[in-house]
């Protein structure tokens, strides 16, 4: 499996692989028009030559950044293609100086074996409920808000250090490769 980042020529296989589970009520429909002009927040897995899932990265207010539209074909369900896309998302908002990132999402066991924890929503800024506001649910979202810190969290003694659960892993970078 490689993950890349997305080119234009990935859009149509986004779209589908994101309409797919759209069709289930996991996720919002997105246009192929809507893909391409944030292609560049999208990041690819492919698995013997196909698309076998994506995710992009949606920039927020401040230092806040949104993981969304996380699909896997269900061919390569339990392959550990959603943790590969959920770490170089992780590594490509530390890279970017972002501090927290957060999705709202149904795979509640993904995200916190990441080191991702519950909140409510109404602590997340009104800015990110734009894609909300066509959702059927939108009244009655069932999906949980989770967040995770990015930076360095200082010691109680007052040592820096890290705390393995806050904090991204560099070597997650090795992974993800520019496309040409």
């Avoid at 292609?39 to 950044?65: H, M, Q, T, W, Y």
């Avoid at 269900?74 to 770490?87: F, K």
């Avoid at 800024?125 to 995770?148: F, L, S, V, Y």
């Amino acid at each position: 499996m490689k993950i890349r980042k997305a080119t234009l020529k990935d859009a149509d296989g986004i779209v589908h692989l994101i309409n797919v589970h759209a069709e289930k009520g996991q996720m919002l429909f997105r246009s192929r028009e809507d893909v391409c002009t944030h292609i560049r927040d999208f990041l690819i897995a492919e698995k013997n030559g196909r698309i076998a899932g994506a995710c992009g990265l949606n920039f927020g207010p401040g230092s806040l950044v949104e993981i969304r539209s996380l699909a896997v074909l269900p061919d390569y369900y339990r392959q550990g293609i959603g943790t590969a896309l959920v770490n170089a998302c992780i590594v490509q908002a530390t890279l970017t100086d972002c501090e927290r990132i957060f999705v709202l999402t149904y795979a509640m066991p993904l995200f916190e074996k990441l080191g991702f924890h519950i909140i409510n929503m109404d602590q997340l800024p009104n800015k990110i409920w734009k894609d909300c506001q066509g959702c059927r649910k939108q009244d009655h979202c069932d999906e949980t808000a989770m967040i995770r810190n990015l930076v360095q969290v200082a010691k109680p003694s007052g040592e820096a250090g890290q705390d393995p659960e806050q904090t991204s892993n560099p070597e997650l970078c090795q992974g993800i490769t520019e496309s040409r």
